[in-house]
């Protein structure tokens, strides 16, 4: 008899990790495989966004995020520079945690917190859930579907033991090389490889001051022959930076990279720091074909990989987790229909295309950033001048990619098979702000209620039914409905205004993941058509 899973997760990355934590936040088993050990060594991920900090928050873990080693006080600004020691041609502030103050659409900010922090943080909330067992140094070897299962053949590395195991379903989060979807056969499709850049990781104290540089955390290097690298600190309490070259010539490797000329340009003077890690990598922007087939479902850089200009990667990974997470939760507890796992792919495809796209275009306006940079570097009018128009210019193009409020919370799941449509004109769909809206599809827009919680709060575990002031309609039949499918539902009347304004409806049914399910003013005609709608049935 094989051992039964019910969900079998392949990979411990972000996307893996956050997974098991939505399932086991909904208490449902599952069982992770990680092939490393989790230690990472050198780290990709540095920032958290707004909607990955509102899930944060929703599993109770953003405290720990907001404790990251990283420096409170630290500013997040993003400064273009000729070199490190060179000239400053622009800076756009960012507060560090310690001074931000939160925006009218979310009760969350971006936060810079590398994967070194961050994966911890998941790994414990996950670890500490009584429904979920992680196992690492355990791969995936193979997987067959059968009819009512994925039979899948796991291995202990550290002893070597094979098991073959039954998954109800199977989540590859196994990463851009996804064995998973590579057994499946299937493509991904995009405009492919957009280059070959280099990562150098050294430690380096007192950087900032030997170069008699402001704080900053993200510089960009522009010199003689145009915009070339980042700069970025990973961990400023332990000096650990990382330089990335933005190209290389697709044939070097970490071996022949001149990584001591590399540096020497990137801070624009010779000096000692102790390495840490070189490496070469593959820019993409692909999104797969699909993101199922049948009982097996894909997640993160299985399924989308993207330029990390915008730092959208992870950040899209974590939304594919928490709507797949709550829809394999609600089939197995049994309220979830038939149709619901398939909207998965529905909703977040299309948001996987929408960022794979724009970090792609975010890449482009480097690449083509192109302004005559004979004399940047020069201490003269001319150079003063060009550096003057260069930065207000690269603050406007380049400069897109650190204002993305409406790529981090403003995605919709338009069109989705499980949202009820009212009519409801779409408000913009712009990438740099977000229009709060609770039209169906959309996020459920925050605003801060009278105790001091924020609307975001309410939504957990179940669907969550709002009503807007003590005259809107009695959601009795509602309950009813949901109560007979053994939909989880929860009413919750609000009195303020601001909310009633916000979300514009007497009625506004919101998901576990804090999405819009359907609005009216009235109840619905046939309120369990309504219900096997959003429970995908
Ligand atoms: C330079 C750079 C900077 C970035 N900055 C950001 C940023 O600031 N913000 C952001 O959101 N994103 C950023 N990203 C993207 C982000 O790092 C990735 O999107 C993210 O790590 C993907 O997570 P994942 O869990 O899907 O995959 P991965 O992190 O690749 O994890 C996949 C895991 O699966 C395991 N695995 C694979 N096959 C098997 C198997 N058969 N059995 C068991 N285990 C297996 C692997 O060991 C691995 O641990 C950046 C990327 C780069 C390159």
């Not at 509102?54 to 995020?65: G, N, P, Q, T, Y």
């Not at 429904?131 to 202990?156: G, K, Q, Y």
């Not at 950033?369 to 128009?389: H, K, N, P, V, W």
Request: net charge negative; aromatic share 8%.
């Amino acid at each position: 008899m094989l051992r039964k899973i019910p969900v079998l997760i392949v990979g411990g990355g972000p996307v893996g990790l956050a997974l098991a934590a939505e399932l086991g936040f909904h208490g449902v088993a599952c069982e992770l495989v990680e092939q490393s050990d989790g230690a990472i060594v050198t780290p990709k991920m540095n920032e958290v966004n707004v909607r990955t900090m509102e899930f944060c928050r929703r599993w109770d873990i953003a405290d720990k995020v907001l404790d990251c080693p990283f420096p409170p006080d630290y500013p997040l600004d993003v400064v273009f520079v000729t070199s490190l020691a060179g000239h400053e041609l622009a800076r756009m502030r960012r507060p560090g945690r310690g001074r931000q103050t939160p925006g009218p659409e979310s009760p969350m900010q971006l936060q810079a917190c590398s994967q070194i922090w961050f994966d911890p943080i998941l790994r414990g909330f996950a670890e500490a859930c009584p429904s979920v067992r992680l196992r690492h140094r355990c791969r995936l070897e193979r997987f067959e579907p059968t009819d009512d299962a994925v039979s899948a053949e796991i291995v202990d590395l550290a002893s070597g033991a094979r098991e073959r195991v039954a998954a109800q379903y199977l989540v590859a989060c196994d990463g851009a090389n996804s064995m998973v979807r590579g057994t499946l056969g299937i493509d991904l499709a995009g405009e492919g490889v957009l280059g070959h850049p280099a990562h150098l990781f050294f430690r380096a104290p007192g950087l900032l001051e030997r170069c008699g540089r402001e704080a900053g955390t993200f510089f960009l290097a522009i010199d003689r022959d145009g915009l070339w690298a980042n700069i970025r600190v990973v961990d400023p309490v332990n000096a650990v930076w990382r330089l990335m070259a933005l190209d290389t010539d697709g044939h070097e490797t970490a071996e022949t990279l001149d990584r001591e000329g590399l540096l020497r340009r990137a801070i624009g003077r010779s000096i000692d720091v102790e390495w840490l890690g070189v490496s070469i990598w593959t820019r993409r922007a692909v999104v797969a074909e699909r993101y199922q087939a049948g009982r097996v479902f894909l997640a993160g850089d299985a399924v989308h990989q993207l330029s990390p200009t915008g730092a959208l990667g992870m950040n899209t990974g974590m939304a594919d987790a928490v709507d797949l997470g709550w829809k394999l939760a609600a089939v197995l507890q049994g309220f979830g229909g038939e149709r619901l796992l398939a909207s998965y792919q529905a909703e977040r495809r299309p948001v996987g295309l929408r960022n794979v796209a724009m970090a792609a275009e975010f890449y482009l306006q480097h690449e083509e950033f192109e302004y005559g940079f004979g004399s940047i570097e020069d201490d003269t009018e001319d150079g003063r001048a060009l550096r003057r128009r260069c930065g207000e210019a690269l603050v406007r193009g380049v400069g897109r990619m650190f204002r993305t409020l409406g790529l981090q919370i403003g995605y919709r799941y338009e069109d989705s098979p499980i949202c009820v449509p009212d009519g409801s004109p779409a408000p913009p769909d712009d990438p740099e702000t977000c229009v709060p809206t609770a039209r169906p599809g959309a996020r459920a827009p925050h605003v801060f209620l009278a105790d001091g919680r924020s609307t975001l709060d309410l939504f957990r575990r179940g669907f969550v039914l709002l009503r807007f002031g003590a005259g809107a309609p009695d959601a009795a039949v509602f309950l009813r409905a949901a109560k007979s499918r053994g939909l989880p539902l929860e009413v919750v009347t609000l009195h303020e205004p601001e909310a009633a304004a916000l979300y514009q409806r007497k009625l506004v049914l919101v998901r576990p993941d804090g999405h819009v399910a359907w609005r009216g003013d009235d109840m619905p005609d046939d309120p369990a058509a309504v219900v096997d709608r959003v429970r995908g049935a």
